[in-house]
T-cell receptor
Framework: DAGVTQSPTHLIKTRGQQVTLRCSPKSGHDTVSWYQQALGQGPQFIFQYYEEEERQRGNFPDRFSGHQFPNYSSELNVNALLLGDSALYLC??????????????FGAGTRLSVL | DAKTTQPTSMDCAEGRAANLPCNHSTISGNEYVYWYRQIHSQGPQYIIHGLKNNETNEMASLIITEDRKSSTLILPHATLRDTAVYYCIVRAGGKLIFGQGTELSVKP
């Protein structure tokens, strides 16, 4: 049973460019959350998708957007990249929205470097 | 902001129990306490969670005080592979709010 998979593993972009990161949830999971982890910091919640809609959002600008597909996979898009967007981007999947007991399982992340 | 406070770092001898404390004095009655760990450059790994009662699984035990204002994660027999950053999280709805965590170093 595959866990949460993310692609690509590493990515290098330049300022002003746009990037798309991809996530496939754990089998049977229907909810996907995205987190940003800067070097030396804990992960910060970006947003969560359930039933193809953004259900909850953290304190991130509109440059960060996402999408969830009918097969529950998800994309994170970041426009107009800034140097400060350099980070490890983590995807987590879980079963059921709004249930505080549901365990979120994380992928290995995508390391984004903005030059 | 994170609703938890943890020591920045701790050391533990290999084979001994590692006890990681966490304060969450503002926790609400229906909020769960979750523990994750993150080994360098990997995604966070779920360890255990609980609401009121103590919990145990194959990885660890979670002891929650009666007033629920603090908890302790116990790794009964720490190994070198348990060296990681351990995050104590109070679950706020669908999102996990991570703090700085405790960097645990298990030494031979």
């Amino acid at each position: 049973d595959a866990g949460v998979t993310q692609s690509p593993t590493h990515l290098i972009k330049t300022r002003g460019q746009q990037v798309t990161l991809r996530c496939s949830p754990k089998s049977g999971h229907d909810t996907v959350s995205w987190y940003q982890q800067a070097l030396g910091q804990g992960p910060q919640f970006i947003f969560q998708y359930y039933e193809e809609e953004e259900r909850q959002r953290g304190n991130f600008p509109d440059r960060f957007s996402g999408h969830q597909f009918p097969n529950y996979s998800s994309e994170l898009n970041v426009n107009a990249l800034l140097l400060g967007d350099s980070a490890l981007y983590l995807c987590a999947s879980s079963l059921g929205f709004g249930n505080t007991r549901d365990i979120q399982y994380f992928g290995a992340g995508t390391r984004l470097s903005v030059l | 902001d994170a609703k938890t406070t943890q020591p920045t770092s701790m050391d533990c001898a290999e084979g001994r129990a590692a006890n990681l404390p966490c304060n969450h004095s503002t926790i609400s009655g229906n909020e769960y306490v979750y523990w994750y760990r993150q080994i360098h450059s990997q995604g966070p790994q779920y360890i255990i969670h609980g609401l009121k009662n103590n919990e145990t699984n194959e990885m660890a035990s979670l002891i929650i005080t009666e007033d629920r204002k603090s908890s302790t994660l116990i790794l009964p027999h720490a190994t070198l592979r348990d060296t990681a950053v351990y995050y104590c999280i109070v679950r706020a709805g669908g999102k996990l709010i991570f703090g700085q965590g405790t960097e645990l170093s298990v030494k031979p």
